[in-house]
């Protein structure tokens, strides 16, 4: 076996979690709580934890890899170019931000500096992992009907391994504890694009997979 798929598998096989979560049955309280959180080594570098943020009982949630720059500073998730880019989808989609849960698969930012610049780094499994904690807690509270998993972070957050987003996409799929969930892109992948053409494709998709997000929804 290669050096590299050693690593993999190994990151796919974390240890079982050991320490029992909080007793947290608020969001307020869960809140203070992941404020508190030293888990990993992230807390140290960011600004702040970012929680996420929707109404205690949202019908839907939305899970995206981590906040960003902006989120960091301001505190709260989806509000830098992702954010506005996923608002516009929504909207796009006829789905009511104002009823969406939105939150990260991990709170904390993670970057690399670079002169004065903060440069995204993607979070590893081990960060993914022990994040799950709040993750898990914030559905356990809102007990959203159906979660949007936002990309490959979110989606290996839901699923505790590794998925490949390209098989699951735009598909309805039922976790182990019953949870329903659709994987889509992050809309960081859409700034990311290769041309305008590209990005106006993606975009489609993504405002479709929202769409049908919104009549799994509508059809409860
Ligand atoms: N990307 C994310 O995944 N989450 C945010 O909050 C912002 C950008």
Request: charged content about 30%; hydrophobic content about 40%; proline content about 6%.
């Amino acid at each position: 076996m290669s050096k590299a798929m050693r690593g993999k598998s190994a990151s796919n096989r974390l240890a079982p979690e050991k320490e029992p979560a909080p007793h947290v049955k608020t969001l307020k309280d869960l809140i203070a709580a992941e404020h508190a959180c030293r888990r990993c080594p992230l807390y140290r570098d960011a600004t702040q934890v970012v929680p996420g943020e929707g109404p205690g009982h949202a019908t839907m949630m939305m899970v995206g890899e981590q906040p960003g720059d902006q989120e960091d500073i301001a505190g709260h998730p989806f509000v830098g170019p992702a954010g506005r880019m996923l608002d516009r989808a929504i909207v796009e989609a006829g789905i009511d931000r104002g009823r969406v849960f939105v939150t990260n698969a991990v709170k904390p930012f993670k970057f690399e500096p670079r002169g004065k610049r903060r440069l995204h780094k993607r979070p590893n499994a081990y960060e993914i992992e022990r994040c799950r904690w709040w993750l898990d807690l914030e559905r356990a509270i809102v007990k959203p009907s159906l979660i949007v998993a936002l990309g490959a972070t979110a989606a290996r957050s839901l699923y505790g391994r590794t998925v490949t987003i390209n098989k699951l996409r735009g598909t309805l799929q039922t976790l182990e504890d019953g949870a329903r969930v659709l994987v889509t892109m992050h809309p960081s992948s859409l700034l990311r694009s290769r041309d305008d053409a590209d990005r106006r494709a993606k975009y489609r998709d993504f405002v479709a997979d929202l769409e049908l997000a919104a009549r799994i929804l509508e059809s409860r």
